[in-house]
């Protein structure tokens, strides 16, 4: 208690004033200051420079234009388009290149190419019943092993009654009284 009287008679009434006057004096400088507030701001020159956020490009430097997709400009990406049109050519000649290898004029080669792609796809039909039966299989498996864990654990839980009740019989048959053993059987099961 001695040191707080002693930390309060050395501060000095003059020292805590200035330190309140300095910063209410500092607040309304900054904070109010009705100069900034009040200047009118220049609407033909802008206040900031080309590598600020809020510049907006105009002429020469527009890199997306309004062509009235979603707010009024193009849903692509400008920088993407040399990407898009070289994958589109791409895509144009290679299905061009697989029409030209599959189109014949000699109905033999059509059958023949028929027929190897029907083998494809009867090779493919048994792979994917071989895949079901080996899941149905899986699954069966898993399912007995379930099986065997439940009635394991319903195997134990009866033993586990059953001692449970063997105990409790004969803490009740040593008591004198039946509502305390019972009572005490339950507050030791817990």
């Not at 134990?156 to 409790?168: C, E, I, L």
């Amino acid at each position: 208690m001695s040191q707080v009287i002693s930390f309060f008679k050395r501060i000095r009434l003059s020292q805590v004033v200035t330190a309140f006057l300095a910063s209410v004096l500092l607040f309304f400088t900054q904070a109010c200051n009705a100069a900034s507030a009040t200047a009118p701001k220049s609407l033909s020159q802008p206040s900031v420079g080309p590598n600020s956020e809020t510049y907006v490009p105009k002429g020469d430097n527009i890199l997306n234009p309004a062509e009235g997709g979603m707010n009024n400009f193009s849903d692509r990406d400008p920088r993407a388009t040399s990407d898009v049109k070289a994958r589109a050519q791409f895509l144009k000649e290679n299905a061009a290149q697989e029409k030209a290898e599959k189109s014949t004029n000699n109905p033999a080669e059509a059958i023949r190419r028929v027929g190897s792609d029907i083998g494809g796809i009867g090779k493919n039909v048994q792979q994917k019943a071989e895949d079901v039966g080996n899941k149905a299989q899986g699954t069966a498996e898993d399912f007995t092993k379930g099986t065997k864990q439940g009635l394991k654990n319903i195997q134990g839980n009866v033993q586990d009654a059953g001692d449970y009740a063997k105990d409790t019989a004969q803490s009740t048959a040593g008591a004198s009284n039946p509502i305390d053993a019972a009572n005490k059987a339950f507050r030791d099961a817990d």
